[in-house]
């Protein structure tokens, strides 16, 4: 079964160094998002992609995040400046198509510790 | 008000029994609903899409109530690998809200 792949695995950071995390999605798939997940907290939208730009994104997606789609396979986030606060699990996903009715599928995650 | 709110549980269930919990939510124009599971520091799993006229898939079944704003997951003959959280997800537009999560332990 085809999956959406993420490296690295874990990245551990000096708080003010810029991350780069980095995902393949499903290679049929058109929509892409990037989540995260504070440890023991519930699952945070960040940004929803589409057709090489930003859908939506929510109010955690400030001016140090960015993503890009820079080739035909790869979907990648930025943080820019990083903060102890973005240690996080960052999971992204993608959906073949519209989410309205289309489940999202999941990579399993780059854990991002910022030290 | 949170947009998706769960009963944090834990349920803790013996082998064979049934389980059943529920989730509500904030926004009356969300426009799809899911339950995934999650293990343990793993990525969430798509467990099933909630559909308006309830729905089944094995010893799963999920129903969906838009005028109260409440979606329910029932998991019959409860096995000890359905031992997770288990997250409501509610799509709004182009983005997905998620529940705290409801944690199922199921022994032996």
């Known amino acids: 079964e085809p999956e959406v792949t993420q490296t690295p695995s874990h990245q551990v950071t000096q708080m003010g160094q810029e991350v780069i995390l980095r995902c393949v999605p499903i290679?049929?798939?058109?929509?892409f998002y990037w989540y995260r997940q504070i440890l023991g907290q519930k699952v945070e939208f960040l940004v929803s992609f589409y057709n090489n730009e930003i859908s939506e994104k929510s109010e955690i997606f400030d001016d140090q995040f960015s993503v890009e789609r820079p080739d035909g396979s790869n979907f990648t986030l930025k943080i820019r400046s990083t903060k102890l606060e973005d240690s996080a699990m960052y999971f992204c996903?993608?959906?073949?198509?519209?989410?309205?009715?289309?489940?999202?599928?999941f990579g399993d995650g780059t854990r991002l510790s910022i030290l | 008000r949170k947009e998706v709110e769960q009963d944090p549980g834990p349920f803790n269930v013996p082998e064979g029994a049934t389980v059943a919990f529920n989730c509500t939510y904030s926004?009356?124009?969300?426009?799809?609903f899911f339950w995934y599971r999650q293990d343990c520091r793993k990525e969430p799993k798509l467990l099933m899409s909630?559909?308006?006229s309830g729905n089944e898939d094995g010893r799963f079944t999920a129903q969906l109530n838009r005028a109260s704003q409440y979606i329910s997951l029932l998991i019959r003959d409860s096995k000890l690998s359905d031992s997770a959280t288990y997250l409501c997800?509610?799509?709004?537009?182009?983005?997905?809200?998620f529940g705290a999560g409801t944690t199922v332990t199921v022994r032996a």
């Open positions: 997800v509610v799509n709004h537009d182009y983005k997905l809200s």
């Open positions: 290679s049929n798939h058109l929509y």
């Open positions: 996903a993608s959906s073949e198509f519209e989410l309205r009715n289309q489940p999202q599928h």
């Open positions: 926004n009356s124009a969300s426009q799809s």
């Open positions: 909630v559909y308006s």
